[in-house]
C-alpha cells in the first residue's frame, strides 16, 4: 500500500529491509534533535511560495474591504480604544478600568501606532480604518504562508496545497482573518508556531507560541502543550528553557512596561483576565449560556465538511501510519501529536457554559491542516481498494501509473479530491455570499451617515444615538472628525439590562484615572443613556415585532435619510438565510430596514 502522494520526500529502495522493500522505500530519518533547514527562509522565495501568498492576500484583502464586524467586543474593547489613542475620543469599556485591568494596552498600541502614522496624511478615518484592516489581512497571509510551508515540508506539497485551498474558501477563515479580536491574533500565533514547529525551527516556534499567549489570548496557551512536550522530549532542557526566558523578555517586559503608562499599576493583564475567568467565580457565564450543539452548528456554517473531516484526522493519522509507514518525514506517533491540538482546544470550549464563535477562531487553520491530511489518506484509501479489486489488466496498469506518477494521473484519487474541494467550494461561498448580503447593512449606512453634508455644515455637534442595535455599531472611525463639533455616539435604553461602555474622559489622565459606574457583574448603568429628545440622528433596525419604539415610523418627528436591507433572522427559514441560493434566498428571505433618521424637531439644526 503506497501512500507517497502524501510528501514529496523522495526515499530510496532498501533491500535490507522487508518493510521498505515491500513498500519500495526506506524509512524516513529524522535528527533526535532537528535544527533549522539551511533553506527555512530561502523558501519563501520560491515560485509556489510566493503564488500562495498572493492568493491569500488577494482574499484576506478582499474580506478586509467588505467584511462585516461579527462582534461588539471587536468594536468596543479593541476599535474604540485605538480611536482613542490616535485621536483622544473614544468609549471605554469596564475590562480597561484600572480597577480590573483585564484587557492590555500593549496589543491595542501595536494597532494604534499605524493608525497615528496613517491619521497625519489622512483625514479620511474610514479609509485609516480599512487600512489597518488590510494590515491585518497581510499579516494573516503571511502567517498563512509559514504554515503553509511548515506543512509542505513535514506532509508533503500535496497535503499542504488541499490545507490553503480550505484556508482560502472556507467562511470561518474569510471572517477570522481581518477580525480585530485577541482570538484572530492568536490564530496568527498558531499557524506561525505550528509552520515553524512543522518545520523544526523550534526556537521560532516557541517564540511564536508565547505571542500568541500574551499578546493574544492567554487561554490558548493550552494548543501548545503537545508541541512543548515533543521540545522537552526530544531537546535539550536548557535550550527549550533559554527560549522560554528569550520570549518572555521580548514580549512581556515591553507589556508590563506599556501597561505601567496607561494604568500607573505594575501589573499583568493576561493574567488577570485569566483570574477573572478561572478563578474569581464570576466569569464568562453572565454573557450568556450555550447548549452543546452550537460549536457544531457554527462549525458546520464556518467550515462545513472541512469541520468534520478534520474530527476524523486522528483516525486517518493512525491508519495513514500503519499502512504507510516511512513516508512521513516526521516520525508516526509525532504525527499524531501534531493533531492533538485542535482536540484538546475544542473540548476545552465544548465544555464551557459561555460559547461564542470567536472562540475557536485559533483552530480553525488546524481544522484545514487536519481536514487537507484526512482527505489525502482516505483518497489514498479509496485508490488502493479500487485497484486491489481491478481486474488484472487494468490493476497492472494503475498500480504502474500510481508508482510512477503518484496521484496526479490517478483518475479515482483526483476525482474524490477535486469533488470534495468542488463541494466545499460551493457551500462556501454561498455561505460567505449569504453573510455580506444579510448584515453588511450598518458598515454602509454608518459610511453614510460619515459623508452627509448636513454634518460637517453644522456650528455646534450633534448627537447619533442607538437603542436596540447598539452592539452593531463600528465604531467612532465611521463619525467625521470636526474638531469640536464632531458628532458624539450616544446610548438610548432599549430591552437590553446589561453594562454598557462609557466615554473616555477627556482629561490627560483619561486612563488611569478610576471611572464612576463600572462594574465587572454586568449589571447596567443607567447613566450610559441620554433621552431621544437630545438625539439628532438615531439608527435602528426597523422591525415590526420590536418591543422598543418604532421611531422609523413615527414621520413627524424622524425622516429617513438613508437606509439598507438587513435580514430578519426570525422571520426567515434557516437554510435560505444561512446560505445563498441564486434567484431563491431574496424570495424566501425578509429583510427589515436598517435606517438612519434625522429629528425633525432637533435642538441644534
Sequence with gaps: FDLSFMSNVRHRPSSSSTLSSTLDVEPAKISYRPKVPRNFFSSFFRTDTLLVFLALLSVRLFSALVNYITDCDETFNYWEPTHFLIYGTGLQTWEYSPDYAIRSYFYVLIHAIPGYILSSFLENKILIFYTLRCLLGLVCAFSETVFYNGIRYAFGRKVSYLTVFFLLVTPGMFQASTSYLPSSFAMYGVMLAFGTWFRGSW???????VMATLLGWPFVAVIFVPMALEFFLRAKLTKVLSWGFSALTLFLVPMIAVDYYYFRRILVAPLNILIYNVFSGSGSEKYGIEEWPFYFKNGF?????VFFLAFSSFLWGVVGILMGKGKFRIQGPFVLLKLMPLYIWFLIMQIQPHKEERFLYPIYPLFCFAGALSLSIFAGLLQHFFIKFSSKSIEKEKRSNFKRKGWENSRVLVGVVVLVCVVVAVVSVSRTTSLLINYRAPLLLYSDFYHLSS???????VNLCVGKEWYRFPSNFFLPDLGK???KFQFLRSEFRGLLPRHYDSSPSATWIIPPHMNDQN???????VDVSECDYIVDQ?????REERYAVDEESWKVVGWYPFLDSESSPSPHRAFWVPFVSATKNKFNRYVLLQSTRSRKL
Design 523 to 529: 449589571l447596567e448603568e443607567l447613566s450610559r443613556y
Design 203 to 209: 526556537a521560532l516556534a516557541v517564540h511564536a507560541s
Design 485 to 487: 463639533f464632531s458628532p
Design 455 to 461: 454634518i460637517s455644515q453644522q456650528n455646534s455637534s
Design 301 to 305: 456554517l464556518n467550515l462545513n465538511f
Design 542 to 546: 426597523d422591525d415590526e415585532k420590536q
